[in-house]
């Protein structure tokens, strides 16, 4: 990598900056005492501050761990330095103005209005040494040449650092722009990325309903109802309230696929399906619990309740017919009730005490509705 772009903008500009117009004051100052007898050892010293000193100024910034604050450092010093160079050439007009405001406007335009007093005060610190090592001598003239050269040196030397505040601005400018447009585009990007992600989610709510739905009939599967029991369960046993568990199960169902196929059996259950989603109410959890057997899961509802809805489901569906091709087709369920907490306090026990009850209609002829404990089972018909 170039060295010099690794040592900061402001240092290169000051460099070039003072080295310019430390060179325009040597030939200001020449064309001035060109008449005058100052000596190997007054020339030398104007080569040393004119033509040496920024070049050593700008060593001194690099080699600094703060390169900026060493810059800073460096305004000062060349105000004090052309207060001592002012008294040196006796405070000539133009020569003292070139080089007062030069510095002064350098320092006003690096630190604001609180680096014109710091640096007055080095100036004025410059002379009052210039005056103890040189003695006071005022010779205000300025010779023609050296007038000429100062003003339009001085001119050129604000003009410059005009154009410099200039470039930067226009640089700041393009800066805040693709800023902006960065911004922009951040929050292009950023509003794609949300509907990504809600899209994302929408997807994966889908895929979470799809793996709890059955395919068949749209209600819930096994493992769903896996999850959810427990989660009901532990509501209704905190509420003190009851929870109904009814298994169904589709009599003479193998007949039907026998005897009609395989899609006859498959309109029985989504007949079935239908039945159970008409009947539940919006609390309620309808499954299908594997090949003919559903479960409705009815939370808060107690065994007397639940044994006239299973009795209204068994009478209502034992009387459609369901239509497949040319066919009208037609049977009858075999329906187990448990109930918490009476049959269970646990998804197991509740689930095998309405798969016991199922089972004990079957064996008792079909078309009827069981409880898992027959002594607990309310005296009343669907008459009632």
Same mark, same amino acid.
């Not at 898992?372 to 089972?377: G, P, Q, T, V, Y």
């Given at each position: 990598m170039n060295s010099s772009r690794r040592r900061p903008w402001l240092i290169r500009m000051h460099h070039r900056m003072r080295s310019i117009s430390f060179a325009m004051m040597f030939v200001a100052t020449a064309l001035? +005492?060109? =008449?005058?007898?100052?000596?190997? &050892?007054?020339?030398?010293? &104007?080569?040393?501050?004119?033509? *040496?000193?920024?070049? /050593?100024?700008y060593c001194?910034?690099?080699?600094?761990?703060?390169?900026?604050?060493?810059?800073?450092?460096?305004?000062?010093?060349?105000?004090?330095?052309?207060?001592?160079? +002012?008294?040196?050439?006796?405070? !000539? /007009?133009?020569?003292?103005f070139s080089g007062a405001i030069g510095t002064l406007s350098n320092n006003a335009a690096n630190k604001g209005w609180r680096g014109v007093f710091p640096a007055l005060l080095a100036l004025g610190g410059g002379m009052a040494a210039g005056v103890a090592i040189f003695g006071l001598h005022l010779t205000p003239q300025t010779e023609w040449p050296a007038t000429l050269f100062c003003i339009a040196?001085?001119?050129?030397? /604000?003009?410059?650092?005009?154009? +410099?505040?200039?470039?930067?601005?226009? %640089? &700041?400018?393009?800066?805040?722009?693709?800023?902006?447009?960065?911004? !922009?585009?951040? /929050?292009?990007a950023n509003h794609a990325l949300q509907e990504n992600i809600r899209e994302i989610d929408q997807l994966q709510a889908q895929l979470i309903e799809q793996a709890n739905r059955d395919p068949l009939t749209n209600l819930y599967n096994r493992r769903y109802l896996d999850s959810t029991l427990a989660r009901e369960l532990a509501r209704c046993k905190r509420e003190g309230q009851s929870l109904a568990l009814i298994m169904i199960d589709i009599d003479h169902f193998k007949k039907i696929n026998d005897t009609y196929g395989h899609q006859a059996g498959d309109a029985m259950l989504i007949h079935l399906a239908s039945t159970l989603h008409d009947m539940a109410r919006a609390a309620d959890i309808t499954c299908r619990y594997g090949g003919e057997e559903f479960l409705l899961l009815m939370p808060t509802m107690d065994l007397e309740t639940a044994?006239?809805?299973?009795?209204?489901?068994?009478?209502?569906?034992?009387?459609?017919?369901?239509?497949?091709? =040319?066919?009208? *087709? %037609?049977?009858? *369920?075999?329906i187990g009730i448990s109930v918490y907490p009476g049959h269970g306090t646990t998804p197991d026990l509740l689930i095998q005490g309405a798969d016991r009850a199922m089972y004990r209609a079957k064996h008792r002829g079909r078309n009827r509705v069981e409880i898992d404990d027959l002594d607990a089972a309310p005296a009343f018909s669907l008459a009632d």
């Amino acid at each position: 990598m170039n060295s010099s772009r690794r040592r900061p903008w402001l240092i290169r500009m000051h460099h070039r900056m003072r080295s310019i117009s430390f060179a325009m004051m040597f030939v200001a100052t020449a064309l001035n +005492i060109t =008449n005058q007898d100052y000596g190997p &050892l007054g020339w030398g010293l &104007l080569v040393g501050l004119f033509l *040496l000193y920024p070049h /050593l100024q700008y060593c001194r910034a690099c080699w600094s761990a703060n390169p900026v604050r060493a810059e800073m450092t460096n305004l000062l010093v060349d105000s004090l330095l052309l207060g001592v160079y +002012i008294a040196g050439v006796g405070f !000539s /007009l133009w020569l003292a103005f070139s080089g007062a405001i030069g510095t002064l406007s350098n320092n006003a335009a690096n630190k604001g209005w609180r680096g014109v007093f710091p640096a007055l005060l080095a100036l004025g610190g410059g002379m009052a040494a210039g005056v103890a090592i040189f003695g006071l001598h005022l010779t205000p003239q300025t010779e023609w040449p050296a007038t000429l050269f100062c003003i339009a040196g001085l001119t050129g030397y /604000l003009m410059a650092m005009g154009n +410099i505040g200039f470039e930067r601005n226009q %640089q &700041l400018r393009q800066t805040r722009e693709t800023l902006k447009q960065r911004e !922009s585009d951040l /929050l292009t990007a950023n509003h794609a990325l949300q509907e990504n992600i809600r899209e994302i989610d929408q997807l994966q709510a889908q895929l979470i309903e799809q793996a709890n739905r059955d395919p068949l009939t749209n209600l819930y599967n096994r493992r769903y109802l896996d999850s959810t029991l427990a989660r009901e369960l532990a509501r209704c046993k905190r509420e003190g309230q009851s929870l109904a568990l009814i298994m169904i199960d589709i009599d003479h169902f193998k007949k039907i696929n026998d005897t009609y196929g395989h899609q006859a059996g498959d309109a029985m259950l989504i007949h079935l399906a239908s039945t159970l989603h008409d009947m539940a109410r919006a609390a309620d959890i309808t499954c299908r619990y594997g090949g003919e057997e559903f479960l409705l899961l009815m939370p808060t509802m107690d065994l007397e309740t639940a044994h006239r809805r299973a009795e209204e489901l068994r009478v209502g569906f034992a009387s459609a017919v369901v239509p497949f091709a =040319n066919f009208r *087709l %037609q049977t009858t *369920l075999s329906i187990g009730i448990s109930v918490y907490p009476g049959h269970g306090t646990t998804p197991d026990l509740l689930i095998q005490g309405a798969d016991r009850a199922m089972y004990r209609a079957k064996h008792r002829g079909r078309n009827r509705v069981e409880i898992d404990d027959l002594d607990a089972a309310p005296a009343f018909s669907l008459a009632d």
